[in-house]
């Protein structure tokens, strides 16, 4: 039973540059949070994903964007890359129905801004 | 809003040894889940416990268990016989259990298990 995987695994990018990150959610999961964990600090929620809308979003301008499909998986995006989006991308898979039950994480996509 | 407190940067603790790493947190949500993940050096986010707000007893998984004191808004985690593999990160979270899934962390704890 495959968990969550996440491509690619590292990218470097410069600055003003566009990025898309890719996100297989568990299987039996149809949630998708991606979160933003900055060197040395604890990941930052950036917004969720369920049926195919975002349906709740941090502290994030709308240069973040995300997509859901209709097999569950998600993409992030991030438009007009700065030098503080330098961080490890987690993508977290849940259950909806099941509240109780621990979000399941990928191992994340290092994004170097240079 | 939810907010996580670790206030511990780093901890050092000595193989077979154990060892509580604090969480403290503070919300207004009636009914919340904490939990606790490990993150190695390799980036990966690893489950390790969780405790519901309503739950009676303190959770325990292994040689993790969590020490809730729902007054005093603490959730520590403590692991026993430290292992040589432990030596990694650990967060703290939580998110409310009447909402959407958001998860809430703290800035972490460094932990390292010496032979």
């Known amino acids: 039973d495959a968990g969550v995987t996440q491509s690619p695994t590292h990218l470097i990018k410069t600055r003003g540059q566009q990025v898309t990150l890719r996100c297989s959610p568990k299987s039996g999961h149809d949630t998708v949070s991606w979160y933003q964990q900055a060197l040395g600090q604890g990941p930052q929620f950036i917004f969720q994903y369920y049926e195919e809308e975002e349906r709740q979003r941090g502290n994030f301008p709308d240069r973040f964007s995300g997509h859901q499909f209709p097999n569950y998986s998600s993409e992030l995006n991030v438009n007009a890359l700065l030098l503080g989006d330098s961080a490890l991308y987690l993508c977290?898979?849940?259950?909806?129905?099941?509240?109780?039950?621990?979000?399941?994480f990928g191992d994340g996509t290092r994004l170097s801004i240079l | 809003a939810q907010k996580i407190t670790q206030t511990q940067p780093g901890m050092f603790v000595q193989e077979k040894e154990a060892v509580t790493l604090d969480c403290t947190y503070d919300t207004s949500d009636p009914s919340y889940g904490l939990f606790w993940y490990k993150q190695p050096s390799s980036g990966e986010m690893i489950f390790l416990i969780y405790?519901?707000?309503?739950?009676?007893q303190n959770a325990t998984e292994g040689r993790y268990s969590l020490n809730f004191q729902k007054a005093r808004k603490s959730a520590n985690l403590v692991i026993s016989a430290s292992q040589l593999g432990d030596s990694a990160m650990y967060f703290c979270?939580?998110?409310?259990?009447?909402?959407?899934?958001?998860?809430?962390f703290g800035t972490g704890t460094r932990l390292l298990v010496s032979p």
């Open positions: 979270a939580m998110r409310d259990l009447g909402g959407f899934q958001k998860l809430v």
């Open positions: 405790q519901g707000s309503y739950d009676q």
């Open positions: 977290a898979s849940s259950l909806d129905s099941d509240v109780n039950q621990p979000q399941h």
